[in-house]
C-alpha cells in the first residue's frame, strides 16, 4: 500500500475505529499510539551487484504501558490528524510503500507491510504480515527461479549466490 492510498483510506474511514492485525486472529492493543513516522530512502546494492533506490514510509506503533487496561482503539481521525502533521513539518512521499514497525512481549520488532484491510460500520482493520527475505539476483547468483523455497545447496558458500 502506498502512503497516498493510506491516507485515502483513513479520510473515508475515519468515524471507524483503527485496528491492526500483526498476524493472523493477533490484533495491536487498543492502548497503541504511533510515536514515530520515518521517511526512508532506499539506495541498495543487491548480491548480484544490481543497484536499486526506493522510498517508504514507516509508522511506529507502540503500546503504552500505562494505558494497558484501555478498550477503545484509536479513531482513522486520530491517527490521520497524526500524519497529517507530520506530514506538514517533514512532507511524506506520496508514492512510497507504507510499513508499521511493531513489537510487543510476544512478537519481535518486524517492519510489516500491509497485505490487506476491512471495515465494517465501527472498524477499519488494517492487516499487516511480513515480508520474507529473498535473493533479488536469482539469474546472476544461478538460483533456479521456481515455486517454493530455494534449498539450503543453492545458496552454500562457493556457489556463486549472495
Not at 48 to 66: C, M, V
Not at 127 to 139: H, M, N, Q, S, W
Request: charged residues 25%.
Amino acid at each position: 500500500m502506498k502512503t497516498k492510498e493510506l491516507l485515502t483510506l483513513l479520510n473515508t474511514h475515519k468515524n471507524k475505529e483503527l485496528l491492526f492485525e500483526y498476524k493472523p486472529g493477533h490484533f495491536v492493543a487498543p492502548n497503541y499510539h504511533i510515536t514515530e513516522i520515518k521517511n526512508i530512502t532506499i539506495d541498495s546494492v543487491d548480491c548480484g551487484a544490481g543497484t536499486d533506490f526506493w522510498k517508504e514510509t514507516i509508522i511506529q506503533l507502540w503500546e503504552s504501558p500505562e494505558e494497558k487496561d484501555k478498550k477503545a482503539f484509536m479513531s482513522g481521525f486520530k491517527a490521520l490528524g497524526i500524519l497529517n502533521k507530520v506530514n506538514r513539518i517533514k512532507a511524506m512521499e506520496g508514492d512510497a510503500e507504507v510499513k508499521f514497525e511493531y513489537s510487543n512481549p510476544h512478537f519481535h520488532t518486524a517492519q510489516l507491510f500491509v497485505d490487506d484491510f476491512i471495515w465494517n460500520n465501527e472498524r477499519l482493520i488494517i492487516k499487516l504480515a511480513v515480508e520474507k527475505t529473498d535473493c533479488k539476483a536469482k539469474e546472476t547468483c544461478g538460483v533456479p527461479v521456481e515455486v517454493g523455497a530455494t534449498t539450503q545447496e543453492q545458496c552454500a558458500p562457493g556457489s556463486g549466490c549472495c
